[in-house]
DNA sequence: GATATTTACGTAAACGTTTACGTAAAAGAG
DNA sequence: CTCTTTTACGTAAACGTTTACGTAAATATC
């Protein structure tokens, strides 16, 4: 498997020029030669080597994809839609685990920018600015996924938290809820934990539901513990709510958890709507309400994107993704 | 950032050959030559460019890694640690989805090929004649994370599935219970199928208890669904159980899941213990029992397998990676 | 059948490195 | 101060491709 361009060359009495001609389908060769070159490629079981293509062309065909955490079940599927895609185009890709540690991602950053990748998927955290004024200088193309900037011009993809997180608590409320709680996330998160509570905030208020301080539960991550905890000082401090609305799902089975724990029952006595359907939310008992980011499309539709860029050398739109209420028993 | 070597080495007054014996520390050079050529690749920001360099060196400094699935979190606890390892080593991880194709694996495989990638771990599969063949052509060492194989001399990291499967009947026995049953993954799967089944009615025999078929339900997969079905129809033919092994963490949630329908106390009425531990045992209501694999640690030592067959060019020793019984309510 | 055009190649440079080899200068030995 | 050894470089080939350019042969034109 180590032969070369030159083998193939030698062997079918021809120059490289036109082996490289024919293994590109390019023009400039009779039929006769491009049979005979192609039989003694299948002979030799001559492969081209990606590496000397890419120092020519400039292009890698690899793309990097940066990721805060591996824990998560949003990995896997964000990885499986951008695996798909990237594969479609005949591209392979890079991961990257930055634990959003800014020392390791710009590690990662120059890493990949060494191996020469031809662009750049950002997940699931604040852009910085030492990450961008980097990139930049990479000339890559990238595109942020279930994040945005503020600040820089790089397209996105993403549902719309606010109008997600607002599109659960009308769901609560039209179920006849009044009483209705938060255990958030992160409140400082501006991408993933802010925009929650604003939605929450606004269908409240829209609904002429009063907001009150107690019954929003600040936590500091998005994890089954924070559930758990969250749901407990809920019941110590707000007794009287009928539905949580939980900034994530893992928080939501957290929540599930201790309410069995305390004899309370879902959704009797309690409702609980989750936030990203993970497969988790139709494993719990009793499975669980869930608003659904479209994980795996967000992965793909994200990579589309990015190789977009890379052919029209131009920036492309960002996309809203639509997120929808996966009915189940928790409400 | 498109400066090259030549540039480096135009101005800092030197030839290419002494700023690459700089670049990549050797010796041949003065200290003061050393700070001046330093000076100019801070100045311009030169970062060398791998693609040249593998080319010329014969190694990527990738490797790659096939997962029939994406679906399932043992993916993400792998990679964790097939990154973080890789990462030590200042290579980078490509990731592939099979799909248990054969077709999709082999092109899979061409493509690696193609990239001159390092390595390979080839995951959770068994590993058929046609790419073991061809990544012996490659001449590329390949280690098996979570599977093995019985006809090639390929080494690879596992616990023991028979052993693991016996020694959590044999917990179960241990707690008292004697009427146990069993609900399978797929049988067929010669990796993770049967060797449970196997320890199962080893563990059984073991202890003078009668194995019957009716208490082993053999599923077609390791998903949820088929630990909901599963704990039906043993409910249906063999009412009399008191504890179920479950041949997966998500059998395990199914049948918990069924058993809350069911109106079936648990650990109360029926004893439930799962496979994997993955971190939805945790967060199941009660939290599951079950049997843990250090799944990043076997993903880390996979990698630090394949970089010393790199390093030694010689094969290494298989690992037989150690299991635990986590203990929760589910028993 | 002579000329013009097209086709089918081959030659060689380029991509950005590493490294074997050669050589002049510096350092050490006496 | 001369001779030997060491050090600090530079030159050029090599890695495996692609591609601009050149040219001889084939084909088309009249």
Redesign the interface.
């Known amino acids: ?2 032969y070369t361009i030159k083998d193939v060359a030698k062997k079918a009495n021809v120059s490289i020029a036109t082996v490289s001609r024919i293994v590109n389908n390019q023009t400039g060769f009779s039929e006769k030669t491009k049979r005979k070159v192609l039989d003694v490629i299948e002979e030799l ?1 001559y ?6 293509r ?2 020519i062309n400039k292009r ?1 065909h ?1 793309i990097g994809v940066l990721f805060p955490k ?4 949003l ?3 964000f ?2 839609g951008i ?2 895609a990237a ?1 479609e185009q ?1 591209s ?6 930055t634990e959003s540690n800014g020392e390791k991602t710009m590690k990662y950053l ?7 990748i031809d662009g750049i998927i950002f997940t699931s955290e604040v852009l910085k600015d030492e990450y961008y004024q980097y990139i930049k ?3 890559v193309p990238m595109v942020l996924l279930s994040t945005e900037s503020y600040v820089y011009p790089v397209p996105y993809v993403k549902v719309n938290d606010r109008h997600a997180a607002y599109t659960a608590t009308q769901y609560l409320i039209q179920k006849g809820h009044k009483k209705i709680a938060m255990i958030s996330g992160n409140k400082d998160d501006i991408i993933a934990g802010k925009p929650r509570i604003d939605g929450y905030i606004n269908a409240m208020t829209d609904n002429g539901l009063p907001v009150n301080d107690k019954y929003i539960i600040n936590s500091k991550s998005f994890a ?1 513990q924070d559930g758990v905890e969250g749901l407990e000082a809920l019941m110590r401090q707000a007794p009287g709510v009928t539905a949580v609305f939980a900034a994530s799902d ?1 928080i939501a ?2 929540a ?2 201790k309410a ?2 305390l004899g309370i029952k879902v959704p009797d006595d309690l409702s609980i709507i989750g936030y990203d359907n993970l ?2 939310a ?6 669980l309400t869930s608003v659904a980011q479209p994980l795996a499309e967000m992965g793909e539709m994200a990579t589309k994107m990015l190789f977009e860029m890379m052919e029209t050398g131009q920036s492309v739109e960002s996309r809203i993704m639509p997120h929808q209420i996966i009915e189940r028993n928790s409400v």
């Open positions: 498997m180590e079981g492969q081209p080597n990606a590496v000397a890419g120092l890698t690899t591996f824990s998560g079940m990995v896997t599927e990885l499986s695996e798909k594969n005949g392979s890709v890079i991961v990257c685990h120059q890493l990949l920018n060494e191996k020469r200088k990479m000339k089954f893992e089975i957290g599930l958890s069995y724990q497969s988790i139709e494993m719990s008992a009793p499975p």
